[in-house]
Every structure is written in structure tokens, then in C-alpha cells.
């Protein structure tokens, strides 16, 4: 799925898609964001905190600007690795899910700004350009695509079980706003704090790929699981290159929203197929 946008901001350093200065440089940032599979995906801690603190360290011995970035990708990951990531929608599970994202976002961009002294991490929303007619297709292409292929997924492999089932219009309303604001995060996160930082060091696609590690790890945790990642890869993938194209917060925020508009829907049917039933591609 493609879209074309506005170009990129001149803010960004001219590099090649795939440039990564050197291979040390490669590997620091490989192993921070690598970490992201042993503390959400596999779920391995303390240890997964290793390869962390190595990449942050080798970041700094061969260049202390790389180094310092990476620290502010770990620090954001070290925060949301505080708190268990499955579905909770308790009034605790809330809270602590709004306290450890909202510090994850936060603490790297406070210290960014007026520790570090930087602009790397910016929320670009008043960018003066109108979404292209190509642009509103392409939401209209998530939504479809969506309603076709996330009741197969989630329904088909089980994985909506990995959400806690709900009952009620009060749960109901909870799971609404837990889909949509963990979406909205994911975009404030991993582009907007993750993708940036890396592309001010790498290329397009050697920092999206690199971006795509950590989200894809947090979503797998989130419980996107069994062959989830067959849709969250090329998710995280479109969504940053999306970003480097338009440098449009709101319109990666409206993409991503479209979506889990289509999983919120999906995940009531799933728990009551008596609701929402309008997915034809539904198993059973």
C-alpha cells in the first residue's frame, strides 16, 4: 500500500535510503532497538536490558551524538518496559498504561529539548498543506483493507483473545478508547520520537527498519500475536515512511485511527458475534 505525499522536511539530512555511516554504527543501533524483542516480545528481563545498555555505550565510543539519541530511545523503552503491556482495561490497567506511555513520549523529548538542546523530536501538526486527493484515497484503501483482512486475522487465529473480553456498554466505551489512544500514542512514540532520532544518524529505510523492531515488539507484547507481525511489519514500515514523505502528524495519527477503528469493531464481534456483525470475511 503506497501513497504519495509532500516532500520531506529539509530539516532532515540529504542521505542515501540505506546509509548507516558504518557498521559499529549500525550495530549500536541495532542492539538498542533489538533489545525491543527481548523486553516486549519474548519478554526476557532483566536481560533483554544488555543489549540496551551495549548499543547506548558503543553508540557513544564512536560517535557521542548517535549515542546520546540512542540513550533517548532506551530511556523510552526502559519506561514502558516497567509495566506489563497485555490488555487491562481496569482502572488501574489505565492509569498505568496512561503514566508509563505518557513518560515514554515525555522524558526523551523534555530531554531532548532542553537537556541536549535539540529539535529532533518535534509533533508536526500545522504543516500548511492539504492532504492530496492520492491521500484521502489511501485512507479510504486502510479502511477497506482493513475490514478485510483483521477479521480473518484476529478472529481466524484467536489472537482477539489476547484482549480482555468485554462486556457492557461501560467496557465497551473502555476498550473504544484504549484502542484509539494507544494508537495515537504508537504514532508519537515510533515515529515521532523513534524514527526521528534514528534518522538523523541513518537512512530512510535503515532507521525504518530499525523502528519497525520496536514497534513491531511492543504491538506482539500488546497482543498482536500469532502471525500478527505478517500485518504489523508492513504497518510499522508504511506508517514511517508515510511520515518521512508528508512530515504530517495528523495524517499518520487519521491513517493509524482508520485502523484500529476496524480492530475496536472486530474485537466486539469476536467476543459477541451478535454485535458488529457485518465482516464478511469473519471465519465461521
Do not use: K
Amino acid at each position: 500500500m503506497t501513497t504519495p505525499a509532500a516532500p520531506a522536511s529539509s530539516s532532515t539530512p540529504a542521505r542515501t535510503p540505506w546509509e548507516v555511516g558504518s557498521p559499529a554504527r549500525l550495530l549500536a543501533a541495532a542492539l538498542v532497538c533489538g533489545a525491543a524483542v527481548l523486553l516486549f516480545a519474548v519478554h526476557v528481563r532483566p536481560l533483554g536490558y544488555v543489549p540496551l545498555v551495549a548499543g547506548i555505550a558503543l553508540g557513544l565510543a564512536v560517535d557521542r551524538a548517535l549515542g546520546r539519541d540512542l540513550a533517548l530511545i532506551g530511556t523510552g523503552m526502559a519506561i514502558i518496559s516497567a509495566i506489563s503491556l497485555e490488555a487491562d482495561l481496569s482502572d488501574a490497567g489505565m492509569v498505568r498504561f496512561t503514566v508509563a506511555l505518557s513518560l515514554a513520549v515525555l522524558v526523551p523529548w523534555a530531554l531532548s529539548r532542553f537537556v541536549f538542546g535539540q529539535r529532533t523530536i518535534t509533533f508536526p501538526v500545522g504543516t500548511g498543506r492539504r492532504w492530496t486527493r492520492a491521500q484521502w484515497v489511501y485512507l479510504v484503501v486502510v479502511v477497506v483493507v482493513g475490514y478485510l483482512l483483521l477479521p480473518f486475522y484476529f478472529i481466524g487465529s484467536g489472537a482477539y483473545r489476547n484482549w480482555p473480553p468485554v462486556s457492557g456498554a461501560e467496557e465497551i466505551g473502555r476498550l473504544f478508547v484504549g484502542v484509539n489512544a494507544v494508537g495515537l500514542w504508537d504514532e508519537l512514540f515510533f515515529v515521532c520520537t523513534v524514527f526521528a532520532l534514528l534518522r538523523a544518524h541513518f537512512g530512510l529505510w535503515a532507521a525504518n527498519l530499525l523502528q519497525a523492531t520496536v514497534f513491531v515488539s511492543f504491538l506482539w507484547e500488546l497482543g498482536y500475536r500469532e502471525w500478527g507481525p505478517l500485518l504489523t511489519v508492513p504497518f510499522a514500515l508504511v506508517q514511517g515512511w508515510i511520515f518521512a514523505r508528508s512530515t504530517s502528524l495528523p495524517y499518520v495519527v487519521a491513517v493509524h485511527l482508520l485502523f484500529d477503528l476496524v480492530v475496536f469493531g472486530v474485537l466486539v464481534h469476536a467476543h459477541h458475534p451478535d454485535l458488529l456483525d457485518v465482516f464478511v470475511t469473519a471465519p465461521g
